[in-house]
T-cell receptor
C-alpha cells in the first residue's frame, strides 16, 4: 500500500518568514495530494490540494509543488502569521473510483510573533 | 448546512466492553470515511463507504472492528472486546462522492479504554 513520509515533524519560524513542509510517497499510482490543517483540539480541514496533471498550485500565501518523477510534494507558506500555527498533514491518494488517502505523520508549525 | 457530527464526543470504557461510535455526514454526501488518530499521528484510514456498501475496509485492524451504514447516511463504528490500544480519536469524514472530492471531517470521538 501507499506510504507517506513527512518532514520535519516540528517547525518553528518567525512571523513573516516562510515555512516549507515536505512529503514523499511510494505508490506511483497516486494522483491526488491534499494538505490538511488541524488546529489544537479541532478537526482537520483541507487547505489546498493538487492533482498530478499540474506541478504547482497557489492560493494566496499557500502554494504546493509536486514532482511526480521523484514522488515528492511540498507545502509552502509565505509571510507566516501566528494563526498559521497548527499541525499540517500531507496525504496521497488516487481519484479512480473512490478517494482513499494515506496521511503523513504531521508537522507541528509554530509561528513566533 | 450542518457539518459532519459525531457522537459521543468522549467515551470512556473498560477493557473488554463493546462500544458504538456514531457519525452523521453532511446531507447528500454519498462517501463516508472512518479514521483513527493517535496522539501526534496523522489520521489512519479504517473504512470507506460509498452509499450503503463498504467499498474498502482494508484499514480495519482486526475482526473486533466493524462498521455499518444501513441507509447510506448515518454510520456506526462498532468495536467489540475493547483493548487499551484502541484508545484514540476516531474521526469520520464525508465527501460529495467518490473520487477527488474534499473530505469534511467531524469533530471526532475520543475513546479511552481503561
Amino acid at each position: 500500500g501507499e506510504n507517506v513520509e513527512q518532514h520535519p515533524s516540528t517547525l518553528s519560524v518567525q512571523e513573516g518568514d516562510s515555512a516549507v513542509i515536505k512529503c514523499t510517497y511510494s505508490d506511483s499510482a497516486s494522483n491526488y495530494f491534499p494538505w490538511y490543517k488541524q488546529e489544537l483540539g479541532k478537526r482537520p480541514q483541507l487547505i489546498i490540494d493538487i492533482r498530478s496533471n499540474v506541478g504547482e498550485k497557489k492560493d494566496q500565501r499557500i502554494a504546493v509543488t509536486l514532482n511526480k518523477t521523484a514522488k515528492h510534494f511540498s507545502l509552502h507558506i509565505t509571510e507566516t502569521q501566528p494563526e498559521d500555527s497548527a499541525v499540517y498533514f500531507c496525504a496521497a491518494g488516487n481519484s479512480g473510483g473512490y478517494q482513499k488517502v494515506t496521511f503523513g505523520t504531521g508537522t507541528k508549525l509554530q509561528v513566533i510573533p | 448546512g450542518a457539518g459532519v457530527s459525531q457522537t459521543p464526543s468522549n467515551k470512556v470504557t473498560e477493557k473488554g466492553k463493546y462500544v458504538e461510535l456514531r457519525c452523521d455526514p453532511i446531507s447528500g454526501h454519498t462517501a463516508l470515511y472512518w479514521y483513527r488518530q493517535s496522539l501526534g499521528q496523522g489520521p489512519e484510514f479504517l473504512i470507506y463507504f460509498q452509499g450503503t456498501g463498504a467499498a474498502d475496509d482494508s484499514g480495519l485492524p482486526n475482526d473486533r472492528f466493524f462498521a455499518v451504514r444501513p441507509e447510506g447516511s448515518v454510520s456506526t463504528l462498532k468495536i467489540q472486546r475493547t483493548e487499551r490500544g484502541d484508545s484514540a480519536v476516531y474521526l469520520c469524514a464525508s465527501s460529495l462522492a467518490g473520487g477527488s472530492y474534499e473530505q469534511y471531517f467531524g469533530p471526532g470521538t475520543r475513546l479511552t479504554v481503561t
